[in-house]
């Protein structure tokens, strides 16, 4: 049972949902000679370096000295520790201890000398101390739990900078926290965070910055949820923090530690209070809360969030035998209910109807499970089923079905309140014999979805012959490496088999999908789980890998077991298909003799071809229905959907964080394509903004090409969809991806046209409205570009030629009848039209004359106006209508314009962010 009991207490920690974690320790990595965590038995002298609240400090070089004489050095562990064991010190004697390399922003107390005496086994303890480092922190810097801040200055959306080394003069911690709008669990906790903040601000200051958003978009956020805490767009901040997954709550403590960093939401206002209560107290002393040590109350502290107790009975065996065993397959001595506290049973109900069913008694309590074991003995050959209803909160609430530890079964969904037969499990010949089966279902802490009901009842079975002819798919699942060699299980004799196992399956690749199958090419997908124990080891990878234990000559595998996890988190069925990089991967990985309860290196002979085989796991398929198809389908490159010039219909069937579905485009010929939504939604009866979302990436699946909010403003009036113009190479495949506004779920259009060897299209002078550069404390508009009074007397934007030389490109034009990112809720045209209803003074255009007094530029801006209405022509296909050209009289009015009105007294090359221009897409 440790297998199913592992997989609960991931579930309840949120493992299973892939909050990734942060690393709890600061400093640099450990060293060869660093120590482990765990003090062994026999040492001469242990020091350990740690905050006054007791934090240790990691990477910190420790040695001992003897006068000038250094006699050994150690680095610290994750906890703070180095040991010097006999090997180390030969003699106890008086040796003074120094120390190096401590993190950045950590110092030890003045004034005090450590050294050592001829007593062993004594312990010493250095104090470190913390102090915001008042500088910019350097671009490569990636923060983790324990990490003293360096100072930054972030531009809010009120318009304010939010510099953290003055908040701290006033207030005792920050929150940071990072968020999105289009994340749903970040909305979720803005409200108990609002309150929380209004009861603490005079000590607390809240700075939540979006990760994707601009300054406008969170302005508007900020507005519509009525929150009164600082929030901030996009900026170069979130990379020094690499929020993979969100919401994240960052606590930064008065001397600049982060102290507590937590992944997921918090719904309950008595979360917040909490840690703000933690970190506000008169007599704090530097703090570092580890994740799993603080837990808020939840609800509000109304209603515990904790595990809940069983308050019900268990039925007696013989009564639950007779519901799920008609059929007498089990002795009532096989039935067990599991041993743990929490564990509930199941219940036996008798509806209308007046046939009995077994109802797990967890169904109206939130973060709970129940479980019933028993024994079965199959024959070869045969499947165990039974008749179930299951209408669960999707994606959240399982029945799971086990089969000697391992889950061959996950269902959820809202039910149709009929009983349904579930086939549980195909035994295979060599399957025959006793198995624990375990019937459990998990309810998880969220809202309700269905009835949150698992019913069942008549265990029985079926011959695996009659499986073939039935409609629905049934899937069975199986380990790639089966038969366990028993000589493995103790220390082996020489002679001892060096396999784990007796039966691996052929892998073979398939050219056309690029996947690994079993026994031929057309064979079941073969597949991996990251996240769940597998037959080479009893802890998951990521596990492996996040502790550290996948290092190979130095390089740590963690990255590339991440993006799998990730992958796995949102695959259809929680695994990921096996590549060739993934294979050479796992080939890499079982070299690899790891250390604790893992693959015991005196056990581990050697390794051999098909050790990388006891990673994976495949599904069996039986029935009439087509063969389950790759379960990352869309989610992850490899699984990209392949597209084609034309009209495509693109489904954004899933919430994919971060980006969203991946397509595969090859290009038949080179040249500029568009790629353009065509989303009609008042024929899709929507009134509210869909917005499709297009990226465009380079086969390296790393290099973004193309962002449809690069053109974020449409001079043609169609905000609702992108249109992008890019330049392809024949027969070079690229990737689009796709999401919806706010990552909701919904189907659009595509078309993808192939223009010409080259385009020129009218686009954004700027690409958005300001950004702030944390490092120079300098706001600037984003991609402007430079800017040339032409012979013609308008202003050009400069580009160079093939030799380098610069030359005049596209003229530049104001756009006069559409909102644009320096007045993104009006029109120049309502401004100047209407400026007939304002005094003088507050027009618009009242602006600076040049000579130290004021000027209604008004009358001259009424007659650009005009032009602007009447300069769509046949020859520009009517797409200047609306603009008007850049002349000196009007490039010094835009001057005038912007200074009096962008909020910072005329940032460099504002008046761009009115401005459009012909961008010429041709091969680079």
């Known amino acids: 049972m440790k297998g199913i009991k592992k997989i609960l207490m991931l579930a309840f920690t949120g493992i299973l949902c892939f909050a990734l974690g942060i690393l709890s320790a600061c400093g640099a990595n450990d060293s060869s000679t660093s120590t482990p965590d765990e003090k062994p038995t026999e040492y001469v002298y242990s020091v350990r370096v740690q905050s006054e609240g007791g ?61 050592t005496t001829e007593q062993e086994q004594t312990d010493y303890t250095a104090l470190a101390l913390p102090e915001l480092l008042l500088e910019n922190a350097p671009a490569s810097k990636r923060y983790r739990l324990g990490d003293v801040m360096y100072d930054f200055s972030v531009l809010t959306s009120d318009n304010r900078y939010f510099t953290l080394s003055e908040v701290l003069e006033e207030k005792k911690a920050v929150l940071l926290n990072f968020w999105a709008t289009w994340c749903g669990p970040c909305k979720s906790e803005f409200p108990a965070m609002q309150n929380a903040y209004v009861e603490t601000q005079d000590d607390i200051a809240v700075l939540a910055v979006s990760t994707t958003d601009t300054q406008s978009a969170v302005k508007d956020y900020k507005a519509q949820q009525g929150l009164s805490f600082d929030m901030a767009g996009e900026t170069e901040i979130a990379a020094l923090f690499n929020p993979t997954s969100i919401p994240v709550s960052i606590i930064i403590d008065r001397y600049g530690v982060i102290s507590y960093w937590h992944v997921g939401s918090m719904t309950a206002k008595s979360d917040f209070l909490g840690l703000f209560d933690k970190f506000t107290g008169e007599n704090y002393v530097q703090t570092v809360i580890q994740d ?59 509806p209308e109807n007046g046939e009995k069913y077994l109802r797990a008694a967890n169904a109206d309590v939130h973060n709970s499970y129940s479980i019933l074991h028993f024994d079965y003995t199959a024959t070869a050959n045969s499947a165990l089923a039974l008749d179930a209803m299951v209408s669960t909160e999707v994606s959240a609430d ?165 993006d799998y996890a990730w992958a796995a988190t949102n695959s259809d069925n929680g695994y990921v298909p096996v590549t060739k990089d993934l294979k050479e991967l796992f080939e890499l990985i079982t070299s690899v003799d790891t250390y604790g309860e893992t693959r015991n290196k005196d056990y581990h002979l050697s390794n051999y071809a098909e050790e990388w085989l006891e990673l994976c796991v495949y599904f069996d398929h039986y029935g009439t229905q087509p063969q389950p198809t790759d379960p990352t389908r869309g989610i992850t490159f490899d699984g990209a959907i392949e597209i084609a010039e034309g009209v495509t219909e693109i489904d954004c069937f899933r919430s994919i964080v971060p980006l969203g579905i991946k397509h595969k485009f090859t290009p038949q010929k080179s040249g500029v394509y568009r790629f353009r939504s065509l989303f009609d939604k008042s024929a899709a009866g929507i009134s509210a903004s869909v917005d499709p979302q297009c990226w465009i990436v380079a086969k390296d699946k790393t290099t973004f090409l193309a962002y449809n909010d690069d053109n974020l403003l449409d001079v043609l009036g169609n905000p609702d969809n992108f249109e992008i113009y890019l330049y392809l190479e024949k027969d070079e495949p690229y990737y689009a991806l796709f999401a919806m506004f706010l990552n909701a779920i919904g189907k659009f259009d595509l078309e993808i046209e192939y223009i010409g060897e080259s385009y020129a299209h009218l686009t954004n002078a700027a690409t958005g409205p300001y950004s702030y550069n944390t490092v120079t404390s300098e706001t600037f508009v984003p991609n402007a570009k430079t800017a040339k009074l032409g012979e013609d ?132």
């Open 55 to 115: 934090f240790g400090l990691r990477g910190v070089g420790v040695s001992l000295y003897s006068g000038e004489k250094k006699i050994a050095a150690k680095t610290t562990s994750a906890k703070g520790d180095a040991y010097f064991t006999k090997e180390d010190v030969i003699a106890a004697g008086e040796y003074e201890i120094r120390f190096s390399e401590l993190p950045a922003g950590w110092s030890l107390k003045e004034g005090v000398t450590y050294k």
């Open 292 to 350: 799993g040590d603080y837990t808020g109350e939840g609800n509000d502290g109304t209603e515990e969030e904790e595990r809940v107790k069983p308050n019900v009975s268990a039925p007696a065996f013989s009564d639950l035998d007779a519901v799920l065993d008609p059929n007498n397959l089990i002795s009532e001595q096989g039935y067990r209910w599991d041993e743990d506290e929490y564990s509930w049973c199941w219940t036996i109900e008798t």
């Open 398 to 562: 399982y029945f799971y079905v086990f089969v000697d530890g391992t889950i061959v079964q996950k269902i959820s969904g809202v039910s149709d309140d009929t009983f349904k037969e579930y086939v549980l499990y195909v035994f295979e010949e060599q399957d025959a014999g006793k198995h624990e089966i375990s019937l459990c279902y998990l309810k998880d802490s969220s809202a309700t979805g269905g009835e949150d009901e698992v019913w069942v009842k008549n265990l029985h079975v079926l011959q695996k012959s009659s499986l073939a002819a039935r409609e629905e798919n049934i899937d069975v699942f199986r380990f790639a490496a089966t038969g366990k060699n028993a000589a493995t299980g103790d220390k082996p004799a020489a002679n001892a088999k060096k396999k784990l196992f007796n039966n691996y399956i052929t892998p073979v690749y398939n050219e056309t999908d690029g996947y690994y199958h079993v026994g031929a090419a057309n064979g079941p997908l073969l597949l991996t789980d990251v996240m769940n124990p597998t037959g080479w080891n009893i802890y998951d990878l990521w596990q492996l890998a996040y502790n550290k234990y996948l290092v190979v000559e130095g390089m740590n595998l963690e990255q590339n077991i991440e």
């Open 793 to 924: 007397g308008y202003y050009h934007v400069v580009e160079k030629d093939e030799n380098g030389n610069e030359v005049l490109g596209s003229k530049l034009y104001v756009d006069l009848t559409h909102a644009t990112y320096l007045f993104p809720s009006d029109t120049l045209q309502n401004l100047i039209e209407n400026a007939k209803h304002y005094g003088i003074e507050k027009r618009l255009f009242y602006l600076d004359d040049g000579q130290g007094g004021k000027k209604d530029y008004t009358p001259i801006m009424q007659k650009y106006l005009l032009k602007a209405l009447f300069n769509g022509t046949a020859e520009n296909g009517g797409s200047l209508y609306g603009l008007v050209e850049i002349d000196e009289t009007l490039m010094d009015i835009l001057l005038k314009l912007t200074k009096a009105h962008d909020g910072f007294g005329g940032i460099k090359n504002s008046w761009q962010m009115l401005c459009y221009y012909y961008q010429t897409v041709e091969k680079a």
